[in-house]
């Protein structure tokens, strides 16, 4: 099991759960679920935001939501 924020650019992992239920809610409503595939598209230069591709359009999120989001490699 692995933070979201651990994942390199171009890899593929699966929603696991999430480490703080006020988070949940605010990923949920943006296609952030647990079992749900994204890929992990882009990382800025200095690591924060990260753009991912889930349920079908990109997000970008802050370092420190990425890091409450915990995933397996697929």
């Known amino acids: 099991m692995k933070k979201l924020s651990e994942i390199k650019a ?3 992992v699966v929603i696991h759960s999430f480490e ?3 988070i ?3 990923l949920m409503e943006m296609g952030c679920v647990p079992g749900e595939k994204i890929k992990v598209e ?3 230069p200095l690591g924060d935001p990260i753009s991912i591709f889930v349920a ?3 997000l970008s999120l802050r370092l420190n939501e990425a890091e ?7």
């Open 10 to 12: 171009g890899k593929t």
């Open 56 to 58: 079908g359009y990109n």
């Open 24 to 26: 949940f809610i605010k």
């Open 68 to 74: 409450m989001i915990l995933v397996e490699e697929i």
């Open 20 to 22: 703080k239920d006020d």
């Open 42 to 44: 882009q990382i800025a």
